[in-house]
């Protein structure tokens, strides 16, 4: 059974850094792209950034470039998610997904929210 | 950046109607558009794929078509676990981009 478990959120003061992980289980992790989707108290999907299987390629939206950074370690199933001069509208809970056929498995997310 | 134009933003229907969600491209994305439907604070769950490739334990009430850049999310016989906000998402470049979401009630 395919698992994904996000973990790392915290309330955090603007310019403040924050590490999200996903745990991935039940499916081989290395040969899967993989997604960041986050979504704002009381609003939609907005799509954060992707990486390839062998982290090859990464992308960004425009709003966290240069800001956030995604990773992954293949040797440990797991993709993360550096966070770094946070600010509040980055507060949102953030889902990591599987990228294939669209978004096919999705973990439960991880609250983040950012305020003094 | 493509930009997916969802309507309607929401939508009263009864149990057992037959209700659609469209998505418009800004630009031509192929067939890489998916459905997704997400309940209260839960997470979103993919429901389409490729426009009108159903995920593996939808049921068949669910359907997708597409005519150009407009995408087509059909509920049909609606029960009442559909009740729930839907997202259409293209996957053909990035930045990957999502509709605004059609929220479905009950009347």
């Known amino acids: 059974e395919v698992q994904l478990l996000e973990s790392g959120g915290n309330l955090v003061q603007p310019g403040g850094s924050l590490r999200l992980s996903c745990a991935a289980s039940?499916?081989?992790?290395?040969?899967?792209?993989m997604t960041w989707v986050r979504q704002a108290p009381r609003k939609g999907l907005e799509w954060v950034s992707g990486?390839?299987?062998?982290?090859?390629?990464?992308d960004y939206t425009d709003s966290v470039k240069g800001r956030f950074t995604i990773s992954r370690d293949n040797s440990k199933n797991s993709l993360y998610l550096q966070m770094n001069s946070l600010r509040a509208e980055d507060t949102a809970v953030y889902y990591c997904?599987?990228?294939?056929?669209?978004?096919?498995?999705w973990g439960p997310g991880t609250p983040v929210t950012v305020s003094s | 950046d493509i930009q997916m134009t969802q309507s309607p933003p929401s939508l009263s229907a009864s149990v057992g109607d037959r209700v659609t969600i469209t998505c418009r491209a800004s630009q031509g994305i192929s067939i890489w558009l998916a459905w997704y439907q997400q309940k209260p604070e839960k997470a979103p769950k993919s429901l389409i794929y490729?426009?009108?490739s159903l995920q593996s334990g939808v049921p068949s009430r669910f359907s997708g078509s597409i005519s150009g850049t407009d995408f087509t999310l059909t509920i049909s016989n609606l029960q009442p676990e559909d009740f729930a906000t839907y997202f259409c998402q293209q996957y053909n470049s990035f930045p990957r981009t999502f509709g605004q979401g059609t929220k479905l009630e009950i009347k």
């Open positions: 490729a426009a009108t």
């Open positions: 997904a599987r990228d294939w056929n669209g978004l096919d498995y």
């Open positions: 990486i390839t299987g062998r982290g090859e390629n990464l």
């Open positions: 039940g499916f081989t992790f290395s040969i899967y792209n």
